[in-house]
């Protein structure tokens, strides 16, 4: 409720410090979560009402063109009428302060991260909340416009290279999709691609209006074929816990008859376990405030939830996981790290370490992540 506020979305047109609302693509897919599962746990429907309040804000922000751009609208250039009926049609924006990179600026590395622009994996953390709101609301329209953002994004971030049969795809594009900001491709883009189609694709095969929805067949396909022969192993904390969400989204899927792809689930949790082995003899989870990134710890702690209702999903379906196999093996040396999370949201809910400048500069998305891993529900059920 302090996010809501502090980014004006309790209250329409102003927050509560009299400025514009403030969003910001990431950040506003994970409260969308938060938002949806305290609905869930209390029944209160201001919860819900919130989550689909910061639906239309950040479609109503995100998915037009910046106040200080000479450019207005839709990003999408439809007109308003349509532009509402199809608000995520021209994808959205990060929502970053500075402007966007011009063509004549030059490069500069440090200051990208801080241009406004279109992130891939941004994106799919939206399509992702947007089935949610769909699940929870019994409004297919969520999805669909999921399915519409995907088809955009696919299509503009994915890229034939001039030697080289699969496709690859562009880390950062500028707000109206026209041009690659950051050409190098994310490690994870095509896993997330490939689980969110998949995830998308499947709530439409259960819609009754299917046919008129867009189809993601071909682009599910593509993006099986760049995941083809990847590494996706890291040491980033953030990228562990989203490895392991993805893992159990993978084995949901598979659950449920809509994934064709079951080697996968080994691979991710192979990768993951890799990556946990090294972050934990690193002790980084020892070192002070000021030295640790809230956000990314949560991320890892978030994945470990994951881990944990992955193993009783398992446990839940022999007939799918055999018992004896490789991937019960895994499971098990994978609970040994999951102490990990207990310890994370414990320092972070001390009110004295959420008074570090690590905290305080990255407060909004500091403050969702902690409490998307303190109550995981919404965000990692499918």
């Not at 993951?272 to 991320?299: H, V």
Request: proline share 4%; aromatic share 8%; hydrophobic share 40%.
């Amino acid at each position: 409720m302090q996010f809501a506020e502090s980014t004006g979305l309790s209250s329409p047109g102003l927050s509560s410090a009299g400025k514009l609302p403030r969003r910001y693509l990431w950040t506003d897919a994970f409260a969308v979560c938060n938002f949806l599962d305290l609905y869930h746990q209390t029944r209160d429907e201001q919860y819900r009402r919130l989550a689909v309040s910061l639906v239309d804000q950040v479609h109503a922000m995100l998915g037009r063109h910046r106040a200080d751009d000479t450019r207005t609208g839709w990003i999408s250039r439809l007109d308003e009428q349509e532009g509402n009926l199809h608000p995520t049609i021209g994808g959205l924006r990060i929502g970053k302060k500075m402007k966007e990179r011009k063509s004549s600026e030059p490069f500069d590395e440090e200051m990208e991260w801080d241009r406004d622009g279109q992130y891939y994996h941004y994106l799919t953390k939206w399509m992702h909340a947007l089935n949610c709101v769909s699940r929870v609301t019994m409004d297919a329209t969520f999805n669909r416009w999921a399915m519409e953002l995907a088809k955009t994004a696919h299509a503009r971030f994915t890229y034939t290279p001039l030697r080289g049969r699969n496709k690859r795809m562009y880390w950062k594009m500028s707000i109206d999709l026209s041009s690659p900001l950051v050409p190098s491709m994310g490690q994870h883009d095509p896993l997330d691609g490939l689980i969110t189609y998949s995830q998308l694709q499947a709530a439409a095969d259960n819609n009754g209006e299917k046919s008129a929805w867009p189809d993601l067949s071909a682009e599910i396909a593509e993006m099986a074929g760049m995941c083809e022969g990847q590494s996706w192993a890291t040491d980033d904390p953030l990228g562990i816990g989203e490895l392991l969400c993805n893992s159990f989204k993978v084995a949901q899927l598979i659950v449920s008859g809509d994934f064709e792809r079951p080697v996968l689930l080994e691979i991710l949790l192979d990768a993951a376990l890799l990556g946990l082995e090294t972050y934990a003899s690193r002790k980084d989870l020892q070192l002070p405030d000021d030295y640790r990134l809230a956000f990314r710890e949560l991320g890892l702690s978030l994945g470990l939830h994951a881990a944990e209702r992955l193993q009783a999903l398992i446990l839940r379906h022999p007939d799918l996981f055999k018992k004896n196999g490789p991937l019960p093996a895994r499971i098990k040396t994978l609970m040994h790290y999951t102490p990990m999370a207990e310890t994370i949201e414990t320092f972070w809910l001390d009110s004295e370490n959420r008074k570090s400048g690590t905290w305080t500069a990255h407060q909004d998305i500091n403050m969702v992540m902690l409490a998307t891993s303190l109550a995981p529900g919404a965000y990692l059920l499918l």
